[in-house]
């Protein structure tokens, strides 16, 4: 965008803190001692036409400003978001993420914190009204990160199920791209085992799995039961979950099924606390039984075993609405964890790359039968293919880690490079949802052939939930440095039935 912005107009020793991408500046008209901006350093007007590396750098500006406050003022809790657009209050058309200390007693009753930008909804745990849904974005945002700041965390557990459970909301959207309002204990117990598989190998050029849990005696089971299964049916760090689970299915069933009692025993009934006391905030689901009530292993195995997870009202349409940025916080909490219970052989810097990155599966083995499906043809452009041929995730890794041969295409390295993480225009939509419907059969041969991941259902489905909700000014990546508005009515046509 066009024009100039205050704060960059600012020198840089105002800077409190910064890196390539942002800086943190006092506020100038503070809320509160030590309330602070974070801003990027390209003029950009709102966290929504942010790119990815963009908001992810704004994120760590926060961590970092927390950090320093808290050696600085020791606060006693934070308020920490954006307005977008001149009808949430915004003022200055350039994005900053307000970090607003907050202290006991600055105000007679804080409840309701950021719910009060419209302040007759502010607190309605004082005085009448019905209870809230699982809130507003910013209600539910606050509860998250209370989740995340104050849970209690001596294992990686609690940020598996968060992504697990954001993952299932994308994967069962309805077909008008509604969340579903439950998952099962089953589902869950994959997605988590996907999760950790990759990081049950050893870390870098070291001969060590990286611990994820704070116990002295062994490491968290769950990773503890994938390095076993990989020992007897998948040595070979580089083999993938699909061709794991093809090689010993009767084992692979039986690693899923442990893994299952594992968060039905430990992490389900724990994952909404957030302190040692057990003070618990039910925002996100409801299950069968509790930390105080909990369900034996052989209570589990009998058929009857209520498995189902129930979302909150309100709070599956969160998680989705919110994958973007709930993703990247999750992530990073979780690489800190993982820093921390490893601090001897961990860099920082590569950590999160390993943990959660694209690259460690090798796309090659499906790249030159989706070049032949495609007749040698860039999927975007149309052009002949040469010999550089990049395989693309069609939703980006970024929005939505999903490896099945459905949400891969060929494409020029140009055109990867400048679609990147952006979402794909209407008319690429069209096509690559025709081709799951015309040439389904040859994807999930394709897969066959190289003991691949294939599900065209759960493709489509993450599609619709993201593409059936944008808004119609949000633009979408059409060509080289092209960009044109969502087409509504293109995009339900292309996703419908």
């Avoid at 209600?139 to 104050?150: I, N």
């Avoid at 979402?423 to 994807?443: K, P, Q």
Wanted: net charge neutral; with cysteine.
């Amino acid at each position: 965008m066009g024009g100039t912005s205050p704060f960059l107009e600012l020198p840089a020793s105002a800077h409190v803190a910064s890196n390539a991408l942002a800086f943190a500046i006092r506020e100038g008209f503070p809320v509160s001692p030590g309330h602070t901006l974070i801003v990027p350093r390209r003029l950009v007007a709102t966290w929504f036409d942010a790119t990815r590396e963009e908001q992810k750098a704004i994120f760590d500006l926060v961590d970092e400003v927390k950090r320093r406050l808290d050696e600085e003022r020791q606060p006693n809790g934070y308020n920490v978001g954006f307005n977008a657009g001149a009808a949430a209050g915004q003022t200055v058309m350039h994005l900053h993420v307000h970090v607003i200390p907050r202290f006991d007693g600055d105000m007679d009753d804080p409840r309701g914190g950021v719910r009060y930008v419209i302040p007759s909804k502010g607190n309605y745990l004082a005085g009448g009204g019905d209870a809230p849904r699982a809130g507003g974005d910013s209600a539910f945002v606050e509860k998250l990160m209370t989740l995340l700041d104050q849970g209690q965390f001596t294992a990686t557990y609690k940020f598996a199920v968060l992504l697990g459970l954001v993952d299932l909301c994308m994967e069962h959207a309805t077909e008008q791209g509604a969340a579903p309002s439950s998952v099962t204990t089953a589902q869950l117990a994959e997605k988590v085992l996907a999760l950790y598989w990759p990081q049950a190998t050893a870390y870098r050029a070291t001969a060590t799995v990286l611990r994820q849990s704070a116990g002295k005696q062994q490491d968290a089971k769950i990773l503890s039961l994938i390095r076993e299964f990989r020992s007897q049916h998948a040595p070979d760090a580089s083999t993938t979950l699909a061709r794991a689970r093809a090689a010993a299915p009767g084992a692979f069933a039986a690693l899923t099924r442990k893994v299952e009692w594992t968060l039905i025993d430990m992490p389900l009934p724990r994952a909404q606390m957030l302190s040692r006391r057990g003070d618990e905030d039910r925002f996100l689901y409801e299950i069968s039984w509790t930390v105080r009530e909990p369900v034996t292993e052989g209570e589990f195995g009998r058929g009857d075993f209520d498995n189902v997870i129930r979302f909150r009202a309100g709070a599956a349409e969160q998680l989705v609405a919110l994958a973007s940025v709930v993703r990247p916080v999750v992530q990073r909490r979780w690489a800190a964890k993982v820093a921390q219970l490893n601090t001897s052989i961990v860099e920082d810097a590569q950590l999160e790359e390993f943990l959660f990155g694209a690259t460690r599966v090798s796309l090659a083995p499906v790249r030159a039968p989706l070049i032949e499906l495609h007749d040698a043809r860039c999927f975007y452009c149309g052009g002949k293919l040469g010999r550089d041929v990049d395989v693309d995730h069609f939703i980006a890794w970024a929005r939505h880690p999903e490896n099945a041969v459905q949400n891969l295409v060929p494409a020029h390295p140009a055109c990867n490079e400048s679609k990147s993480d952006h979402l794909a225009a209407a008319e690429h939509v069209t096509r690559w949802a025709e081709r799951l419907r015309v040439r389904g059969s040859d994807l999930d041969d394709i897969a066959r052939r190289a003991t691949w991941e294939h599900d065209a259902g759960r493709a489509l489905a993450v599609a619709r939930v993201i593409y059936l909700r944008l808004r119609p000014d949000v633009r979408l990546w059409q060509a080289r440095d092209a960009f044109e508005r969502a087409d509504r009515d293109a995009l339900v046509g292309a996703l419908a039935g």
